[in-house]
């Protein structure tokens, strides 16, 4: 059975969207007609993103920061329109002893990593109630439960987000709002080469495979899409073949 979606006329805004995962998204659901909004920090992987598909509309977006995320995603539903799919891709993954850690490093991970999701499920679920109609997406990780050494913050925070997103979609389900979560395995990302160098890619290679960020979309796409009639779910891809093997 082959899949494909239509995303004409929908609106669709990816934190974290300008490289890896969310970056191969924007681009994906550009192609099925969806009206894309990727915000991120990086200025240059931004400008790379819009030369590479000029449809795509960019925002300069720290989520950390609960004032710029609302005045961003208000921008957006007045320019653009309102958003019918969020991708709350955005994080960091530091690797640090955690009784070496700083308190500022554990801040800005939880600041990104968490906080970030919860001020952009706050700027957008207030129209997707309105409306009866939306598909908000979580990023979790296989570390949220066996943990790795250097990665407590990333981990804690991945964790955190599969208690916050089942409960966010139990509160709004009556709403037709959906909120599910992905666990998209090892993917080969910057942010994953930044923190896995040597032996640690070494182990993923050679345990559960690592795949790329192509390979992550299809399981995106039917989240986002009206096929996915589940909330409150965590779709977790542990080890499987990436679409390049084919």
Not at 241 to 246: A, C, I, M, P, S
Request: aromatic letters at 6%.
């Amino acid at each position: 059975m082959k899949a494909s979606f239509d995303a004409t006329g929908d609106v669709i805004a990816i934190t974290g969207g300008a490289n890896g995962i969310g970056r191969a998204l924007a681009l994906a659901c550009a192609k099925i007609g969806a009206r894309v909004v990727v915000c991120d920090v990086n200025d240059e992987a931004l400008a790379s993103l819009q030369t590479e598909a000029p449809s795509i509309a960019v925002r300069r977006l720290d989520v950390s920061d609960r004032a710029a995320v609302t005045a961003c995603f208000t921008e957006i539903a007045q320019s653009i329109g309102p958003i019918d799919g969020l991708v709350c891709a955005a994080a960091i993954q530091p690797r640090t002893l955690i009784h070496e850690m700083d308190p500022a490093e554990w801040q800005r991970v939880i600041g990104i990593n968490l906080n970030g999701v919860m001020w952009c499920y706050q700027a957008v679920i207030g129209s997707m109630i309105a409306r009866r109609k939306g598909s908000i997406i979580a990023f979790s990780s296989g570390l949220a439960h066996q943990g790795w050494t250097k990665a407590s913050a990333y981990a804690a925070t991945k964790g955190a987000l599969i208690a916050w997103a089942k409960s966010a979609a139990k509160e709004v389900a009556e709403h037709r709002v959906r909120i599910n979560l992905i666990a998209p395995g090892v993917i080969d990302t910057p942010q994953y080469r930044a923190a896995n160098a040597g032996a640690d890619h070494a182990s993923w290679k050679t345990s559960t495979g690592v795949g790329s960020p192509q390979d992550v979309i299809g399981p995106l796409m039917f989240l986002l899409s009206d096929a996915a009639t589940m909330t409150a779910s965590l779709i977790s891809r542990d080890m499987a073949y990436t679409r390049d093997e084919d």
